[in-house]
């Protein structure tokens, strides 16, 4: 079970960073959201692993549930942020005509682009 947590994380991360690294704003959108779900399975994997864990009842080894909580506020958070960054984007792309984040054009584009 943690090797498939620890597998499952690090794509998450390594995909997060690829898009993250990519010039268009979508992937960067993409990458930025990819890399929240790795943090909030980090957070979420802290709160114990094993299969004999309580969360609710009698049992003798109840799950921490600050992870649990953590994870929750992060996720309304990364929901918040990402509408946030979305509608940035959409912004960018209405003010300078092209949808890269550093605002310059493909060399495709440059013919069609003006600022």
């Known amino acids: 079970m943690e090797a498939l947590f ?14 993250l690294l990519r010039a268009r704003t979508f992937p960067v959108v993409l990458g930025l959201t990819l890399l929240s779900y790795a943090v909030n399975l980090f957070l979420f994997s802290m709160g114990r692993l094993s299969g004999d864990v309580a ?3 009698q049992g003798g080894n109840p799950a921490d549930p600050l992870p649990q ?9 990364g929901f918040a942020m990402t509408a946030f960054v979305v509608v940035l984007a959409l912004r960018g792309v209405a003010n300078l005509g092209s949808d890269h984040v550093d605002g310059r054009p493909d060399r495709r584009e440059k013919e069609e682009w003006r600022p």
Do not use: E, P, Q
């Open 69 to 77: 909580a953590l994870v929750l506020t992060a996720i309304v958070i």
């Open 6 to 19: 620890a597998v499952t994380l690090g794509l998450l991360t390594a995909s997060g960073v690829y898009l």
């Open 55 to 57: 969360v609710l009842g």
